[in-house]
């Protein structure tokens, strides 16, 4: 198969970082009292378990997606231009699990950070205003489409400049600021150490996507990355 150098550029490094971050946090988990209580019937340790499990499987499922179609066109190939639609319905469909199981995991272990609710509060509303602004400019500017990677798919995208508009106009890159800082919000409201440890995890893990896959792709797609 040609090209596997391509297909696994800068992935070595996405997973040393990411077998540190994992061990980092099974040290935390194991050393700190924050994973008590149970939701229907399930522990707090296995939510935890599951929305870290679910976080990886999201970024490793766009990375398998965009890098066999950037490389060798394979889900197109495969399915037409519903292949598209298909890699699209399964990132929306691990980004919904990722909020469902953050959301429980913060149910399942509440009050377990001695901060008062009413700052941890502000802080929710503190992300989630700049948030609204993101998909607000991503409806108004910037379609869903291309914000999931249609440019790995279709090659007309390439030759499109990159939008300059709503919030894109002031930050580079603002889904990975504001639009994965929402998954803090339920930690912030439910006094959640472990929901805020996973959000903290995604926020720091979203940033090795950027640097190990999309930086890279963009690069071959775009020339500027």
């Not at 061990?23 to 296995?46: E, H, W, Y």
């Not at 292949?83 to 429980?104: E, H, Q, V």
């Not at 580079?172 to 639009?179: A, E, L, R, T």
Request: glycine content about 6%; hydrophobic content about 55%; proline content about 3%.
């Amino acid at each position: 198969m040609k090209n596997v150098g391509l297909l696994l550029e800068r992935q070595h490094i996405h997973l040393v970082i990411l077998a540190v971050l994992l061990a980092g946090i099974s040290i935390l988990v194991k050393t700190n009292k924050f994973m008590d209580g149970q939701i229907l019937g399930i522990d707090t340790v296995t939510w935890f378990v599951f929305a870290i499990a679910i976080a990886v499987l999201h970024q490793v499922y766009v990375l398998f997606c965009w890098r066999v179609q950037l490389h060798y066109s394979l889900i197109t190939r495969l399915f037409g231009w519903n292949g598209f639609t298909y890699y699209s319905t399964g990132f929306f469909i691990l980004a919904i699990l990722r909020i469902i199981f953050i959301i429980l995991l913060a149910v399942s272990s509440r009050n377990t950070l001695s901060v008062d609710q009413f700052i941890l509060n502000i802080m929710a509303l503190a992300v989630t205003l700049p948030a609204v602004y993101l998909f607000y400019s991503i409806g108004r500017f910037f379609p869903y489409n291309r914000a999931v990677g249609i440019d790995h798919f279709d090659k007309s995208y390439r030759n499109k400049p990159l939008v300059k508009k709503g919030i894109f106009k002031y930050f580079k890159n603002p889904m990975y600021i504001f639009g994965i800082a929402i998954l803090l919000i339920p930690g912030l409201l439910y006094s959640s150490v472990a929901a805020l440890l996973v959000a903290l995890f995604s926020q720091v893990y979203i940033w090795v996507h950027y640097y190990t896959t999309e930086r890279p792709d963009m690069k071959r797609i775009y020339g500027t990355g």
